[in-house]
Structure formats: structure tokens, C-alpha cells
């Protein structure tokens, strides 16, 4: 019998097989395009736009977006695991033109448009507080229910939200010297308030504040608030009239007699004046012969004696027992405020017609 004939393949004949398996399994794993990407936009009215869609699982999608006047915006986003992207951007008002594309394959073109902005109410300022210590309380009035940019010196510092009634309030606490603060719409930021400026007094140096201008004939009476324990710089029509103590507590008052006529007073923590409170004004009647200015310092109570007041005590009560007539009572209030001032264990009286059981106050002498 004849034997069959084999025929050797040859090294080179294999390797081409072996190449050819290769190349059909990286075809056949390779991931399936044909199905093109899907596309969504959803545009929000302050501008800014979200694309969405699916595409094959783990691949890159390419967003073209059209302007109406041809200028194109290309973004680049990867399809998670599950097949899902996600990408947003924020566009001008007008109308474009979106196209996802990935691989070879690309979505049909959708068309979106960004409204123009509503238009929004003016931002604005109410007057500022008299101090000018920080923190500074800001308010004012803008779109009801709408957010707030609060930029100070042109950074953002914070946002705040108008109420139903449109107010809104910010606690400004900055550093030393002069800014700028601005606010702008969120969703507008084009849409602002006009700058406001402002100075900022210095830490430990707050603005005094005037509270009250009593008088009695040429005898008037300077009172109010101030930082405990500092110095109180009275100024009477541009002059530098005296100085007062401010209790533990941050009351001061300062007495004196001034010439009959119209005059400006103004409170200041420095000899400078620099840091002070806002003017007031205040005019003396003409008596029969006007007291002159007089300078002086810390106001001094007069000779008498210390009381702890009792329940059912008010000042025209003691005034009246101890003094002889009820309409001293201011007496009484002086010179206590005065013992106060370099005596901690004496009541400050800064409303007549409050007093407490069980603070030391001072009853001058008849």
C-alpha cells in the first residue's frame, strides 16, 4: 500500500494564521459604534447650560456647540461605566446648536436657546450706622428672594439672600482703612449695586457714639457710649473742649457751660478727632448775660453721700427727699455718673427714669 504524502507548513505560513486570529478577535472586541450617542440640554435662566446623554460605556464624547454667529465651543467628556455623560458650561443669551459625537458615529444636531435675564431691581444701600467700628451692618433693599454677591475690594467675600420684602442685611467685619463693597445678582452678576465705600475704624479704637444733649440754661450735658474704661474727647465747634471717662460699662458723660447761640459738638476716641462719631448740633438760649465757653476735664461730683437705692425709689422721689425738690433729680444722676467714672461700685444712670434696687448711687449735698 502506498503511504499518503504529508505536506509541511512552513514557520512563516503559521505566524500569518496565528497574526490573522489575532487581528478577527481585536476586531470583534472592539467596542461597537454603530449606535450613535444621544444628546439633552437643559438651560437654567441665569445662563448656564447641562448637556446629557448616553454613549458606548467608558467612551469619549466630543460636544460641538454652535453659536447663531458661527463661533463654535468644543467640550470633551467620558461616558461612565454605565454609559451615561454629563457637562455643563455657561452660555450668553441666544440660540445654538448642540452635536455629540464618539467614535465614528454622531447625534443628530439639537437646537437650545439661553433667555435673555429678567430684569432686576435695582440693588441698594440704606444708611450706614453711625460707628464706624466693625462689625459694620449693611442692608438694604434688592430683588425679593434672590441671592447676593457680597464683593469687597473686588473679591467675593459672602452671599446673602433677599427676604420676601426684598430686605437684605450683611455684618461686615474688615480690617483697618478704607473699601469698596459692592453686590451683584447671583444669577446676574452684570446687575450691581452701586460701589459703596467706607472706612473702617481700628480695632481696639472704636467710634464713640453720642447719645444725648441735655440742657439746663447754659449748663449742657454730653452722654453716650464708648469702648469701657477708654477716653472720650469732647470737640465743640471744631475745638477740642475736654475729655471725659468712658465706665466699665462704656458710659461717659460731660458737663459744661456754653455761650448762648448754635453750636456742633463731636465726640472722638483720639486728640485727633480721627476716629469720631457723627456731628450733632444743639443751640443755648441768650440769657441775661451768656456763660462762656469753659474747657474743663473729667466732670467731679459734688460734696454729699452715697445711697443704695430701695424698691419704690425713682429719682424725683429722692431728689424731693433729700435734696429739697424734685426737679434736682438730674443732680443726682451727674454726680452719681460722675462717682462712676473712677469708682466702679457706682451705678451708671443713663435713663432718669430707670434705677434698680440694690445700685450705689451718689445724692449730693443740699
Known amino acids: 500500500m502506498r503511504a499518503a504524502r504529508r505536506f509541511p507548513i512552513s514557520y512563516d505560513y503559521f505566524k500569518a494564521l496565528v497574526a490573522l486570529v489575532l487581528l478577527l478577535l481585536i476586531i470583534w472586541s472592539w467596542p461597537k459604534s454603530s449606535t450613535a450617542p444621544t444628546a439633552d440640554v437643559q438651560v437654567d435662566p441665569s445662563g448656564a447650560v447641562t448637556f446629557s446623554g448616553s454613549a458606548a460605556a467608558g467612551s469619549q464624547v466630543k460636544l460641538e456647540v454652535t453659536a447663531g454667529n458661527g463661533v463654535k465651543k468644543r467640550i470633551e467628556v467620558n461616558a461612565d461605566s454605565f454609559g451615561n455623560w454629563l457637562a455643563s458650561a455657561k452660555f450668553t443669551p441666544g440660540k445654538y446648536s448642540l452635536v455629540a459625537a464618539s467614535g465614528l458615529s454622531r447625534s443628530q444636531a439639537l437646537e437650545f436657546e439661553v433667555p435673555k435675564p429678567a430684569a432686576y431691581q435695582s440693588i441698594i444701600f440704606n444708611a450706614l450706622p453711625q460707628d464706624a467700628a466693625p462689625p459694620l451692618k449693611l442692608s438694604g433693599k434688592a430683588q425679593p428672594g434672590e441671592e447676593l454677591i457680597v464683593v469687597v475690594d473686588g473679591e467675593e467675600k459672602a452671599r446673602v439672600r433677599a427676604a420676601a420684602d426684598g430686605s437684605w442685611s450683611y455684618d461686615y467685619s474688615g480690617p483697618v482703612g478704607g473699601h469698596v463693597i459692592q453686590l451683584a445678582y447671583a444669577a446676574a452678576p452684570d446687575v450691581t449695586s452701586e460701589p459703596l465705600t467706607l472706612e473702617v475704624a481700628g480695632a481696639g479704637r472704636p467710634a464713640p457714639r ?114 429739697g425738690s424734685e426737679s434736682r433729680f438730674a443732680e443726682i444722676r451727674d454726680a452719681t455718673n460722675a462717682k462712676a467714672a473712677s469708682d466702679p461700685s457706682f451705678a451708671t444712670i443713663e435713663d432718669d427714669n430707670l434705677i434698680y434696687p440694690g445700685e450705689k448711687i451718689w445724692l449730693p449735698a443740699r
Open 210 to 323: 453720642l447719645a444725648k444733649i441735655e440742657k439746663r440754661g447754659a449748663e449742657v450735658t454730653f452722654s453716650g457710649q464708648a469702648a469701657p474704661g477708654s477716653v472720650v474727647y469732647v470737640w465743640l465747634d471744631g475745638g477740642l473742649l475736654g475729655e471725659a471717662d468712658a465706665d466699665s460699662s462704656g458710659g461717659w458723660f460731660f458737663k459744661t457751660t456754653v455761650a448762648a447761640g448754635n453750636h456742633e459738638v463731636m465726640i472722638s476716641s483720639d486728640e485727633a478727632g480721627e476716629v469720631s462719631s457723627a456731628p450733632g448740633s444743639f443751640s443755648v438760649a441768650a440769657a441775661a448775660e451768656s456763660a462762656p465757653v469753659t474747657r474743663q476735664t473729667k466732670s467731679e461730683p459734688n460734696s454729699g453721700q452715697p445711697y443704695v437705692v430701695k424698691e419704690g425709689d425713682w429719682l424725683t422721689k429722692l431728689a424731693r427727699d433729700y435734696l
